[in-house]
């Protein structure tokens, strides 16, 4: 399976992440979802630093993912879906840990 790079930007901060072949709109779909939760803990005043930031908003996405379905769906997020967060979450946390600025 080839690879492409996509440049995206989180939070005002640029990154460029491989994304599979046919999954830019399901990526594209995960750096809003993340944009949209750091931008609303930002913007909510009490946290500064982006490390917190970022470790607050995939908390929360994954909270939001780990919900359990309504009893008439009985669906769970594919092994391969998690997998594939929590590699764009390691991906996530070690630019942070390389930006080390605060907001």
């Known amino acids: 399976?080839?690879?492409?790079?996509?440049?995206?930007?989180?939070?005002?901060?640029?990154?460029?992440?491989?994304?599979?072949?046919?999954?830019?709109?399901?990526?594209?779909?995960?750096?809003?979802?993340?944009?949209?939760?750091?931008?609303?803990?930002r913007d909510a005043g009490k946290i500064k630093a982006r490390e917190r930031i970022a470790v607050l908003a995939a908390l929360n996405v994954a909270f939001e993912q780990n919900e359990p379905p309504p009893a008439s769906s009985p669906e769970a997020i594919p092994a391969d879906t998690q997998q594939r967060l929590m590699q764009l979450l390691e991906k996530l946390d070690g630019s942070l840990n390389q930006d080390g600025q605060l907001i």
């Open 1 to 41: 399976m080839t690879t492409q790079q996509i440049d995206v930007q989180i939070m005002g901060q640029s990154y460029v992440l491989g994304c599979p072949e046919g999954g830019q709109a399901r990526l594209l779909g995960a750096v809003r979802k993340v944009d949209e939760a750091m931008c609303k803990i």
